[in-house]
């Protein structure tokens, strides 16, 4: 139990578009999920709280209106990359926990994002 | 601030030895501490949690509130355990260290 998926697993963009990326836990409900970024041979870097049916909190230095969370239903957040560019080529990871305040993470298989 | 840290960015040991991944925590009210795993291009999973107190693969990991530690532990490192290794520290808004990349050679 406790699997959370992401789609897409790579993509690949132009400067200036936008990109989406889906966070789903499948056999569980999450009411709270979060997101990071991922540096090659670096730690997890938490972006943002991503709450279902409320705004998502964004930790400091993260742009909000660069980095997207929708968390519409108890299943599915979203994350939209708006007007990407080559520094935000990295690798997002989402996470689920089935216990939204507390205990431990689910880990989606990461979206490896290039931006050209 | 809560704040994890995790002194040794890489740990080198050879088949067979003991292995301890050091985690330590700063912050107030009941710590909620967990290890997780992540095998080379793989997702990072759980291994061990505290209030757990058991053993996954050999690993085992205990809260010291004295000494503000978490630390991870085996007697007898394998091959299949190189990968790298994150300690959390899990109140509502979660806190990494920054990892140790554990390598064993046979």
């Known amino acids: 139990g406790a699997v959370v998926s992401q789609h897409p697993s790579w993509v690949i963009c132009k400067s200036g578009t936008s990109v989406k990326i889906e966070c789903r836990s499948l056999?569980?409900?999450?009411?709270?999920m979060f997101w990071y970024r991922q540096f090659p041979k670096q730690s997890l870097m938490l972006m943002a709280t991503?709450?279902?049916?409320?705004?998502?909190?964004?930790e400091q230095g993260v742009e909000k209106d660069k980095f997207l969370i929708n968390h519409a239903s108890l299943t599915l957040s979203t994350l939209t990359v708006t007007s990407a560019h080559p520094e935000d080529s990295s690798f997002y990871i989402c996470s689920a926990r089935t216990d939204g305040s507390s205990g431990p993470q689910y880990f989606g298989p990461g979206t490896r994002l290039l931006v050209l | 601030a809560q704040r994890v840290t995790q002194p040794e960015k890489l740990l080198s040991v050879f088949k067979g030895a003991p292995v301890e991944l050091k985690c330590n925590y700063s912050?107030?009210?009941?710590?909620?501490l967990f290890w997780y795993v992540q095998y080379s291009r793989q997702r990072l999973q759980l291994l061990l949690r505290?209030?757990s107190r058991e053993s996954i693969k050999g690993f085992t990991a205990d809260l010291n509130k004295g000494e503000t530690s978490f630390h991870l532990k085996k007697p007898f490192a394998q091959e299949e355990d190189s990968a790298m290794y994150y300690c959390?520290?899990?109140?509502?808004?979660?806190?990494f260290g920054r990892g140790t990349s554990l390598i064993v050679h046979p």
């Open positions: 912050y107030s009210g009941s710590p909620e």
């Open positions: 959390e520290g899990g109140s509502y808004i979660p806190t």
């Open positions: 056999d569980f409900q999450a009411t709270t």
């Open positions: 505290h209030i």
């Open positions: 991503s709450n279902e049916g409320s705004k998502a909190t964004y």
